[in-house]
Nanobody, 124 residues
Framework: QVQLVESGGGLVQAGGSLRLSCAAS????????MGWFRQAPGKEREFVAA????????YYADSAKGRFTISRDNGKNTVYLQMNSLKPEDTAVYYCATSRYVLGLRYWNGYDHWGQGTQVTVSS
């Protein structure tokens, strides 16, 4: 099993920044990639960004490109999501997840372990 703990969420004004962290523990060797998803009230969970552990390849949703940066620290088994120029529409619960594969990272059903989520609220 892999345990994931997110942190770093909070309330920020539009245009501000937040940095989310996701610390993985347990059988992390089975993970090939980590991703961030978000879910706003009444909406489906949507892909935000992903990174592969070995090569560090990154993938972004169009809504995140140019504003968000995903990175990983292999030594700490931790993935970060730096979010800049935040907008009210970024308000959601943000989840990190692990995948055993490096393909299909934009789809939530390709992930096998999920964190509890951290709330991000952007005020206008």
């Amino acid at each position: 099993q892999v345990q994931l703990v997110e942190s770093g969420g909070g309330l920020v004004q539009a245009g501000g920044s937040l940095r989310l962290s996701c610390a993985a523990s347990g059988r992390t060797f089975s993970s090939a990639a980590m991703g961030w998803f978000r879910q706003a009230p009444g909406k489906e969970r949507e892909f935000v960004a992903a990174v592969t552990w070995n090569s560090g390849n990154t993938y972004y949703a169009d809504s995140a490109k140019g504003r968000f940066t995903i990175s990983r620290d292999n030594g700490k088994n931790t993935v970060y999501l730096q979010m800049n120029s935040l907008k009210p529409e970024d308000t959601a619960v943000y989840y990190c997840a692990t995948s055993r594969y490096v393909l299909g990272l934009r789809y939530w059903n390709g992930y096998d372990h999920w964190g509890q989520g951290t709330q991000v609220t952007v005020s206008s």
